[in-house]
């Protein structure tokens, strides 16, 4: 894969990599890479996640209150498309995933309107998907 930007490389803790496999393979639908006993890599639409399997581990620690919602940190996820957010949103519906945060749409009418929605990882790693109006304003005051 040859990329002309730069791309994360992002190690997560878990507690159960077939559960993070059932997660992060079959609800999220990544494609997975190298793997060993104790982590898995995942293609995170370009990114390299790893899940790496860590005893006692128990996730997301914090919130933070933002537009009126209690958000999850530390969290991670990706800016996607409004058309991939809906669809991903409806397919983490049918897998029957919890959201820490139902899909909603922050900051209505202002810059950097968003949909945005948070959920857990089976380990309770906090996730976020967000899709942007207006991609250039992902960064607007």
Not at 52 to 76: I, K, L, Q, S, Y
Request: hydrophobic share 45%; charged share 25%.
């Amino acid at each position: 894969m040859t990329s002309t930007r730069p791309a994360f490389h992002l190690a997560i803790p878990v507690d159960d990599l077939d559960r993070a496999r059932a997660f992060y393979g079959d609800v999220l639908g990544l494609d997975r890479g190298r793997s060993a006993d104790a982590w898995v890599d995942w293609n995170f639409h370009g990114h390299q996640l790893v899940t790496h399997v860590v005893d006692g581990h128990r996730g997301a620690t914090g919130h933070n209150p933002v537009d009126g919602h209690d958000v999850p940190v530390p969290h991670f996820g990706l800016l996607l498309a409004t058309e991939d957010f809906h669809v991903l949103a409806d397919r983490l519906r049918a897998a029957g995933t919890e959201f820490v945060i139902e899909p909603y749409l922050r900051f209505a009418g202002q810059p950097g309107e968003q949909w945005t929605m948070f959920l857990l990882d089976p380990a309770g790693n906090a996730l976020e998907f967000k899709a942007f109006r207006d991609e250039a304003q992902v960064f607007a005051r």
